[in-house]
């Protein structure tokens, strides 16, 4: 297992008991914090690129939301609910299969996102940690 992994479980674990949950639960939570971030931030058109955001553990979820169909905007909470950790250190990938997306997350979207959605959710979510570690 690579350093930062390793480093990684064991920071999860730290925070785990720091707000008394188990591992599991608290990956889980910190994975859709994350994909609230993300998707919260991501410029709406037409909803496409906002409702193409999947959360999944284990393996990656290659689907993106038709073309020409009005977006749900329940789509999100939906694969918020949905979303299981089949064990406490599951690989989570939060994905966007658009070919634009990565457009966005560069700032193409001066106005809605001139940041992106990830790296910016990202720095965000770290420095929350990072508190949450340090008290």
Do not use: C
Request: hydrophobic content about 40%; proline content about 5%.
């Amino acid at each position: 297992m690579a350093k930062g992994v390793v480093r990684f479980n064991r920071d999860l674990e730290k925070f785990a008991k720091k707000i008394d949950v188990e591992v599991g639960i608290a990956v889980r939570k910190i994975a859709l914090d994350l994909y609230s971030r993300i998707t919260r931030k991501t410029p709406v058109k037409t909803g496409r690129a906002r409702a193409s955001w999947n959360i999944n553990a284990g393996k990656v979820d290659p689907s993106v939301f038709p073309e020409g169909q009005a977006a749900d905007k329940a789509a999100g909470a939906r694969k918020h609910r949905q979303f299981k950790m089949p064990h406490p250190f599951a690989k989570v990938f939060i994905t966007n299969n658009l070919p634009y997306i990565k457009a966005l997350e560069k700032g193409h979207s001066k106005k809605q996102a001139p940041l992106g959605m990830v790296k910016l959710s990202l720095i965000e979510l770290k420095t929350f940690l990072d508190g949450v570690l340090k008290k």
